[in-house]
T-cell receptor, first 113, second 117 residues
Framework: EAQVTQNPRYLITVTGKKLTVTCSQNMNHEYMSWYRQDPGLGLRQIYYSMNVEVTDKGDVPEGYKVSRKEKRNFPLILESPSPNQTSLYFC????WGAGWGYTFGSGTRLTVV | AQKVTQAQTEISVVEKEDVTLDCVYETRDTTYYLFWYKQPPSGELVFLIRRNSFDEQNEISGRYSWNFQKSTSSFNFTITASQVVDSAVYFCALSGERETSGSRLTFGEGTQLTVNP
């Protein structure tokens, strides 16, 4: 089944404790992206990647890191999480070429206390 | 810069009523793509439709229909004879043609639709 898999689904952590949310896709998609969803703000792009070793900032990159060492994986790293990073996170991927919509993972609900 | 506005934060209807969700967008691209996603209470994002800017034909899929009007930069979504299962947050989104604008899907704030029995 074609899908984007992100883990974990739920995570509660403490301020300052480094964490990684994993994301993997099995569709051989070139583009991958991370979004965060907050009430009243919709989904905002954190980082995106157009291919292996090519990443760029989205609208809200502060406090996050990403890497794209393999085509299928695009982990999101929070080096020192803070409470304002409490959010619902989505990983997504799509094919190369304009107009293709993203396929989204099931989401990771992160709480930073 | 791209922008999507969904002015209706919340809509509440009674089952079997028709309901229209509004979406207005801004973009400098001449070619662009519009999307609607549904987010049910379980939280996942479900793709509903994609429309490109050079195809203004309206689309109907069962109880769902979409009205794309380039002249008013709108891409509205209508649910006919709404059902309780339609209760969800609905997002309108925009993607551009160029490398930078095409790399992101810009979302509106979402409209929470509640269909009451």
């Amino acid at each position: 089944e074609a899908q984007v898999t992100q883990n974990p689904r739920y995570l509660i952590t403490v301020t300052g404790k480094k964490l990684t949310v994993t994301c993997s896709q099995n569709m051989n998609h070139e583009y991958m992206s991370w979004y965060r969803q907050d009430p009243g703000l919709g989904l905002r792009q954190i980082y995106y990647s157009m291919n292996v070793e090519v990443t760029d900032k989205g609208d809200v990159p502060e406090g996050y890191k990403v890497s794209r060492k393999e085509k299928r994986n695009f982990p999101l790293i929070l080096e020192s999480p803070s409470p304002n990073q409490t959010s619902l996170y989505f990983c997504a991927s799509r094919r190369w070429g304009a107009g293709w919509g993203y396929t989204f993972g099931s989401g990771t609900r992160l709480t930073v206390v | 810069a791209q922008k999507v506005t969904q002015a209706q934060t919340e809509i509440s209807v009674v089952e079997k009523e028709d309901v229209t969700l509004d979406c207005v967008y801004e973009t400098r691209d001449t070619t662009y793509y519009l999307f609607w996603y549904k987010q049910p209470p379980s939280g996942e994002l479900v793709f509903l439709i994609r429309r490109n800017s050079f195809d203004e034909q309206n689309e109907i899929s069962g109880r769902y229909s979409w009205n794309f009007q380039k002249s008013t930069s709108s891409f509205n979504f209508t649910i006919t004879a709404s059902q309780v299962v339609d209760s969800a947050v609905y997002f309108c989104a925009l993607s551009g043609e160029r490398e930078t604008s095409g790399s992101r899907l810009t979302f509106g704030e979402g409209t929470q639709l509640t269909v009451n029995p």
